[in-house]
T-cell receptor, first 112, second 114 residues
């Protein structure tokens, strides 16, 4: 079956630091990959996506590249802000059905 | 626009009690779903619906019932609450099944079962 593994947190950073959250996946076929973000007290929001190998998703300064050879979709941001404090979820969608498989989530706290 | 509205935001139940978590969307979405979020486990799909009158089980359906009598509403029922159902519950909808990039989430219901 499909599964997503992402690095465990929590992660605590200072403002303007570089952020990387690792995500690897197991899937049959060619899934679409996503990063969702959950701000305190809110539901999940789509942050970025990639639908095929070597695609790069980007949004709000965050980037992730779909690496088929390493089955990875690591999230990066070059300079984080306090407002980036949130829980980040990696997810995949199997093209053969419409269900999302989520990673466990990584809590990121950015200190001023 | 309200989007996906979940009620209540917080609920405490005693073991064996029943309750219904409400979910409503005003975007005319065909697809609606319920997830539970547990520490270290991410979100897991409980039940989903691809349209009014159609529901199906997800990854962790035991102990939960759903119905979809209208396009707008997708309530989740706990018939006899157990402590293992203590979790944060999210409802989500999308225009059609398979549009994961267009999945809208509600703000969640935090449920504690004592």
């Amino acid at each position: 079956g499909n599964s997503v593994t992402q690095m465990e947190g929590p992660v605590t950073l200072s403002e303007e630091a570089f952020l990387t959250i690792n995500c690897t996946y197991t899937a049959t076929g060619y899934p679409s990959l996503f990063w969702y973000v959950q701000y305190p007290g809110e539901g999940l929001q789509l942050l970025l996506k990639a639908t095929k190998a070597d695609d790069k998703g980007s949004n709000k300064g965050f980037e992730a590249t779909y690496r088929k050879e390493t089955t990875s979709f690591h999230l990066e941001k070059g300079s984080v802000q306090v407002s980036d404090s949130a829980v980040y979820f990696c997810a995949l969608s199997d093209p053969n059905d419409y269900k999302l498989s989520f990673g466990a989530g990584t809590t990121v706290t950015v200190r001023a | 626009n309200a989007g996906v509205t979940q009620t209540p935001k917080f609920q405490v139940l005693k073991t064996g009690q029943s309750m219904t978590l409400q979910c409503a969307q005003d975007m005319n979405h065909e697809y609606m779903s319920w997830y539970r979020q547990d520490p270290g486990m991410g979100l897991r799909l409980i039940h989903y619906s691809v349209g009014a009158g159609i529901t199906d089980q997800g990854e962790v359906p035991n102990g939960y019932n759903v119905s979809r009598s209208t396009t707008e509403d997708f309530p989740l029922r706990l018939l006899s609450a157990a402590p293992s159902q203590t979790s944060v519950y999210f409802c989500a909808s999308s225009p059609t099944p398979g549009h994961s990039e267009k999945l809208f989430f509600g703000s969640g219901t935090q449920l504690s079962v004592l």
